[in-house]
């Protein structure tokens, strides 16, 4: 039982350092390549010493993994940089509430990739996530600032969804650290080529908040959130995931002052719930 309590308030942790991440896209008025930059490095560097510490072996076997993780390195840039983007034009709601759509994106996504059964209930999903995202998003003027960072934010969540389905080959033959290290030491590779890094100064100040994004909430929070599946449900987890726009929304109106409307409430409770939906596994004729 304590194992458990140990475990949930792990969970519980990781979540609340991925949603306090998304207030760094408005802490740090840098452009969103050079604030991924700066958080795959730290977490590459952390993650590092944890394999080292650990000895743990994370050697990549082949030339082909070596391939892969470098694109799958890339992908994971993409997405952090789109969900960044999506925060600085829009706010930390809309980043969050659009982001949280990849689980349906996994969904649709999974039979087209996987060749897996469709059911009903993944049309059904995406329709409600469609109409979640049409309420989150408060205006739909043509090249506003708002629109374009919801489509950031949908685009997040689909390069997201991705990534969780294309990792699924590697989890079966390296550890979730290993796959976290060579994704944020490729991603940082890929962004150095096109990062305005020349001639940039960065304040102290700016260092010790993307040191915080890189350690605390990547590396950190990566390893108590893989740690805490260990014992508990993976349903349990995922339940638990769909807090992280809650805690973010919170922490943006307590420390940005950025309230969302009730229209974005009502729209991001549509999507959380059906993203729980999502996640709850179906019962068998049989249950």
Sequence with gaps: MARAK???????TSVFLFGLSGLFGKFLALP???IVLGRTGFAALALGLVLTLGQQSAYLRTGKAWLGMGLLGVLLAFHWVSFFLSIQLATVAVGLLTFS???????????????????????????????GVALVIPEYRLGS???LGAGWGLLSGLSFALLQLLNKGY???YSAAAIAFYQNLFACL??????PVAGLTLTPGEVGLLLMLGVLCTALAHTLFIDSLAVLRTQTASVVSSLEP??????????????PTLRTLVGGAVVLGTTVWASWPERSPTD
Excluded: M, N
């Design 6 to 12: 140990s475990a949930l308030i792990q969970v519980h």
């Design 32 to 34: 969103a390549t050079v």
């Design 101 to 131: 759509s990849f689980p349906v994106f996994v969904t649709v996504l999974e039979p087209l990739l996987f060749k897996t059964p469709w059911r009903w209930r993944d049309g059904a999903i995406a329709a409600l996530v469609v109409l």
């Design 145 to 147: 600032a708002t629109t």
């Design 171 to 173: 989890r079966q033959r």
């Design 190 to 195: 890929s962004l150095l080529v096109v990062a």
């Design 246 to 259: 809650v805690y973010g929304i919170a922490l943006a109106a307590l420390l940005l002052g950025e309230v």
